[in-house]
C-alpha cells in the first residue's frame, strides 16, 4: 500500500513555456501533500506543503507565482513550473502523508530539463 | 549547525557485510524517524519508521532510536548489492502537518 505516482517521469521543455507535473496518491487519500527539488548529489529541499482544499504553504525563497501549486482532490496535486528557465532544471519529487500518518511516501520523481 | 547531520559516506562494504548508518540530532522535539532508500534518479522509499526510542526489525533492516543521546540508526544484515543507494535519515515533531527534517544522505555501495 501507500502508493505515490508522478507524471511524467521525464520532461523536455523550451525557455518561456510552462510545464505542468501531477502527483497521485493510489490507495490512500493525502490530507497533506509536499513538493521537492532534488540536485544531483544533495539532500531533498522542501518547496511547499500543500493541505487539501487550501492554499500551499512556501518556504522561504520559493517564488509562488512561478511555482503553482494545486490541490483540488485528496489524491490529486499538481505543481506548474511557469515560464521555465534553464535553472529550473531539476529532479521534482512529491510526497503525500494521510490524515494520521506522519511518513511520507515519495513519488518517483519527475526530471525536468529546460533548453 | 543542522538540525540532523548525517555522515555522507561513500561508505562501500563486501556483500554480506553489517552495514550501520547512523544520524545524530539537535532538536528535541523531533518525535517521529524515519529512514528512506533512494536508487539514482528514483524518488525516496520509505524503509522503517518508529516513533518512540528502541529498536524495530523488518527482514534484514534493524532500526534503533535514542532520544536520550539524540541518535538514530540503521542496520542492514547479510547486505546485497542491490541494497546500494543513497540512504536518508528523517524526522518530525509530533505536531500534525509537520515537515520532514532530512539528514544529508549516506551513500552505500555493496561489492559483490
Known amino acids: 500500500g501507500a502508493v505515490v505516482s508522478q507524471h511524467p517521469s521525464w520532461v523536455i521543455c523550451k525557455s518561456g513555456t510552462s510545464v505542468k507535473i501531477e502527483c497521485r496518491s493510489l490507495d490512500f487519500q493525502a490530507t497533506t501533500m509536499f513538493w521537492y527539488r532534488q540536485f544531483p548529489k544533495q539532500s531533498l529541499m522542501l518547496m511547499a506543503t500543500?493541505?487539501?482544499?487550501?492554499?500551499?504553504?512556501?518556504e522561504q525563497g520559493v517564488e509562488k507565482d512561478k511555482f503553482l501549486i494545486n490541490h483540488a482532490s485528496l489524491t490529486l496535486s499538481t505543481l506548474t513550473v511557469t515560464s521555465a528557465h534553464p535553472e529550473d532544471s531539476s529532479f521534482y519529487i512529491c510526497?503525500?502523508?494521510?490524515?494520521?500518518?506522519?511518513?511520507?511516501?515519495f513519488g518517483p520523481g519527475t526530471r525536468l530539463t529546460v533548453t | 549547525q543542522k538540525e540532523v547531520e548525517q555522515d555522507p559516506g561513500p561508505l562501500s562494504v563486501p556483500e554480506g557485510a553489517i552495514v550501520s548508518l547512523n544520524c545524530t540530532y539537535s532538536?528535541?522535539?523531533?518525535?517521529?524517524f524515519m529512514w528512506y532508500r533512494q536508487y539514482s534518479r528514483k524518488g525516496p522509499e520509505l524503509l522503517m519508521y518508529t516513533y518512540s526510542s528502541g529498536n524495530k526489525e523488518d527482514g534484514r533492516f534493524t532500526a534503533q532510536v535514542d532520544k536520550s543521546s539524540k541518535y538514530i540508526s540503521l542496520f542492514i544484515r547479510d547486505s546485497q548489492p542491490s541494497d546500494s543507494a543513497t540512504y536518508l535519515c528523517a524526522m518530525s515533531e509530533k505536531t500534525s502537518g509537520s515537515r520532514l527534517t532530512f539528514g544529508e544522505g549516506t551513500q552505500l555501495t555493496v561489492n559483490p
Open positions: 532538536n528535541s522535539a523531533f518525535q517521529y
Open positions: 510526497s503525500a502523508r494521510g490524515g494520521h500518518q506522519y511518513e511520507q511516501y
Open positions: 500543500s493541505n487539501e482544499g487550501s492554499k500551499a504553504t512556501y
